[in-house]
C-alpha cells in the first residue's frame, strides 16, 4: 500500500509539473504574440549595445556644479532608471559635471524625459489664469515690476504687477520661453504654462516638493469604492508638508474664481491646478490631470526620488555596438557547452543508465529557467548580460550536485540491505536535508549580494538566485518522482548491472549483528575482500566481540566422535578430582 501510494504521489507530482511547464509556455507565447514580448530574453548593453546619453549641467554666467550635486543627481537618476523597468543600465560621470547614462536597446521618450526632468515641484496659489479677468492696472514707463502695496499672503493680488501683467498677456506657451519664464524664485510669483496651454500668474511658493515623502500612481476611487478609470497620482507629506499644506488649503477654500485653485508646478509647468474643495489636513493630496499609466508612475517616481539638485539638457545622444560583448558571449556559451558536455560524461561513468535521469533534469531545468527569464525580460524589464550569464553556467554545477547527493544516498541505502524502493524513498528523506541546506546558503548569498550591488553585479545574483529556487523544484517536483517511478521496473529493480544500481558492484550489504551478506561468486575477489574490509569498519564493539566469539568455534579443529567423548570423559574425570 505505501509502495502504491508513493507511486501516486509522483504521477501526480509530474502531472503538476507539466502544467507549470504549460502555463508559463503560454505566458511566454501571448507575450510574444500579443503583449510586446518575444520568444528569447533581452540582452543587456554589454552584449546588445544601446544608447548612451550625456547629460550637461544648465548653468548660468559664473555658476559652478560640486561633486556633492553631481553625485547626487547620479543617484536619482539611477533610481529613476531602474523604477522604469529598465535593467542593466550603466551611470557614470564625465568631467565632473555631466552625467553619461547608457541604456540598452533605444529608449523611448517617456524614458529620456524620465532621466532629462529635473521633477522640481512646487505648490503656488494661482493669483490669474486665462479664463479669468485679468486685473486693471496702470503700465508705467518700463513697466514697474515691484508691488504698489505689501502682499499679505500668496494670494494677494498685489503680487501682480505692470511687467507680470504684460508677461501673462503675451507669453507663447508653445515656446522655449515658456519654460525659461517657470524658473521664478521661490519666493517671487511667476507666470507659468499649462500641459493644455493655459496660462497663470502664481504666487510664490508655500509647499515645496521636497516635503514630500511618498508618491504613488494608480486609478481614483469614488466614496464607495467603484473606479473612475482615471489615472492619478498620490502624494503623501511629511510632516512639515502636512502642516503646511493645511494651512494652504484653509485659505483658498474660501476664496472664490482662480483663487480658489492651487497649482502644482513642475519644472516650470503646471500640470493640474484643481480647485480647492475642502480642506486637506492629512497630507495625503491627489493629484489628477491628463495621466494614463505610464505618465502617473512616471510622475510619481520622480516626487518618490525627488528631484534634481541642478537642471540638466541632453548634450549628445549615440549609439553604442555590442562586438566585444558578442565575443565574450560567444566564449562564455562555448564554456558552459564544455562544463555541460564534462557533466554528463561523468554521470554516465559513474551512474550508467541512472545517469540518463540526470540529463533529463538538466534539461528540465534549463527549459524551466529559460521559460522564467523570458518572463521577466517582458513584464519587469530584465536584460541578460554577461555576468548573468555566468550565473547561469554556476548553475549547471549547483544542480548536477543535487542530483549526486540523492543518487549516493540511494546507493548507500542499497547497500544497507535495502531493496530498491525502500531505499529511494529512505534516500530522499536523507537526501533533501542535505539539499535544501546546500540551496539555502546558495541563496542567501545571491540575496546579499542582489542587495548590495549595482550594475551587472546584480544580474549574476539574480539568475543564481533563480536557478537555486529552479533546482529546489527540479529535484522534488522531477527527479525524485522520476526514481519512484523507475524502481518499480525491473530493469532497475533487479539491479541490471547497466543501471548504476547492482547491489553486487556496490559491494557487501551490511546486514547489521555482525552479519554480511557475502556477494555472489561471480564478483571479483577484489571486490569481495574491499567490501570485507567495509564491513569490519563498521562493526560497533559488541558486533567485534561476537564476531571473535563466533570464530573461535568456527576455527576449532574437526574431530571424531571418539576423541571428542574421551576428551569428554576426561574432563568429567578431572571435575570429580577437584
Known amino acids: 500500500m505505501a509502495k502504491s501510494t508513493a507511486v501516486k504521489r509522483a504521477r501526480r507530482t509530474l502531472v503538476w509539473l507539466l502544467v507549470i511547464f504549460i502555463a508559463l509556455a503560454g505566458v511566454n ?8 514580448g518575444s520568444w528569447a530574453p533581452k540582452l543587456a548593453l554589454d552584449l546588445e549595445g544601446g544608447t548612451e546619453i550625456i547629460l550637461a549641467p544648465k548653468l548660468a554666467s559664473g555658476e ?11 543617484s536619482i537618476i539611477r533610481q529613476r532608471v531602474d523604477a522604469s523597468g529598465v535593467s542593466e543600465a550603466q551611470i557614470s560621470t564625465q568631467g565632473g559635471q555631466n552625467i553619461v547614462v547608457s541604456i540598452p536597446g533605444t529608449p523611448d521618450d517617456a524614458t529620456l524625459q524620465r ?6 515641484l512646487d505648490f503656488r496659489a494661482v493669483l490669474v489664469s486665462d479664463t479669468a479677468t485679468v486685473p486693471t492696472t496702470t503700465p508705467t514707463a518700463g513697466l514697474d515690476s515691484t508691488p504698489t ?3 499679505t499672503n500668496a494670494s494677494d493680488l498685489a503680487w501682480v504687477t505692470p511687467a507680470l501683467e504684460d508677461q501673462f498677456l503675451n507669453i507663447d506657451c508653445s515656446s522655449t520661453a515658456a519654460t525659461d519664464a517657470g524658473q521664478a524664485p521661490a519666493a517671487q510669483p511667476l507666470v507659468a504654462c499649462g500641459a493644455d496651454g493655459a496660462k497663470y500668474i502664481l504666487g510664490p ?3 515645496a516638493g521636497d516635503t514630500i515623502s511618498n508618491a504613488t500612481s494608480g486609478v481614483a476611487t469614488t466614496s464607495s469604492g467603484s473606479s ?14 502636512t502642516s503646511a499644506f493645511a494651512a494652504v488649503t484653509t485659505r483658498l477654500s474660501g476664496l472664490t474664481g482662480a483663487q480658489n485653485q492651487f497649482a502644482i508646478v513642475l519644472d516650470g509647468k503646471v500640470i493640474s491646478a484643481p480647485r480647492t474643495l ?16 505610464n505618465s502617473s508612475k512616471t510622475l510619481a517616481d520622480q516626487l518618490k526620488f525627488g528631484a534634481l539638485p541642478i537642471s540638466f539638457t541632453v548634450q549628445s545622444q549615440n549609439t553604442i ?9 560567444l566564449s562564455g556559451l562555448i564554456a558552459g557547452l564544455i562544463g555541460l558536455i564534462l557533466v554528463v560524461l561523468y554521470s554516465i561513468a559513474q551512474y550508467r543508465v541512472l545517469g540518463a535521469v540526470t540529463i533529463a533534469s538538466l534539461v528540465v531545468a534549463g527549459t524551466l529557467t529559460f521559460l522564467v527569464v523570458d518572463i521577466l525580460s517582458w513584464r519587469a524589464g530584465y536584460r541578460l548580460s554577461l555576468a548573468g550569464v555566468a550565473g547561469l553556467i554556476v548553475a549547471i554545477g549547483i544542480t548536477a550536485d543535487s542530483f549526486i547527493v540523492y543518487f549516493e544516498r540511494i546507493r548507500d541505502e542499497l547497500r544497507d540491505g535495502r531493496g530498491l524502493e525502500s531505499s529511494v524513498q529512505a534516500g530522499w528523506k536523507r537526501a533533501i536535508r542535505t539539499i535544501f541546506a546546500s540551496d539555502l546558503i546558495n541563496l542567501m548569498a545571491a540575496v546579499v549580494l542582489y542587495i548590495v550591488a549595482v550594475g551587472s553585479v546584480k544580474g549574476f545574483a539574480l539568475t543564481l538566485g533563480l536557478t537555486t529556487i529552479i533546482d529546489l523544484v527540479v529535484v522534488m517536483m522531477f527527479t525524485h518522482p522520476i526514481m519512484t517511478l523507475l524502481a518499480e521496473l525491473p530493469y532497475f529493480r533487479d539491479g541490471h548491472k547497466t543501471s548504476g544500481l547492482d547491489p553486487r558492484q556496490l559491494g557487501a550489504v551490511y546486514r547489521g549483528r555482525a552479519q554480511f551478506k557475502t556477494p555472489a561468486s561471480n564478483t571479483p575477489r577484489g571486490k569481495q575482500e574491499s567490501a570485507s574490509r567495509e564491513a569490519a569498519r563498521r562493526q560497533t564493539i559488541a558486533e567485534r566481540k561476537a564476531a571473535g566469539s563466533s570464530t573461535l568455534v568456527i576455527d576449532a579443529p574437526a574431530a571424531d566422535t571418539n576423541s571428542t567423548d574421551t576428551n569428554s570423559a576426561d574432563a568429567k574425570n578431572k571435575g570429580k578430582k577437584s
Open 29 to 36: 507565447a501571448a507575450g510574444a504574440l500579443w503583449g510586446g
Open 64 to 74: 559652478t556644479v560640486s561633486d556633492q550635486q553631481v553625485s547626487q543627481a547620479v
Open 115 to 120: 532621466i532629462e526632468a529635473s521633477a522640481k
Open 149 to 151: 502695496a505689501s502682499p
Open 205 to 207: 511658493v508655500e509647499v
Open 228 to 241: 473612475t478609470g482615471q489615472f492619478v497620482v498620490n502624494i503623501f507629506f511629511n510632516d512639515k508638508g
Open 278 to 293: 475642502a480642506v486637506i489636513t492629512n497630507g495625503e493630496p491627489q493629484i489628477s490631470g491628463n495621466f494614463d499609466a
Open 321 to 329: 555596438s555590442a562586438t566585444l560583448g558578442s565575443t565574450q558571449l
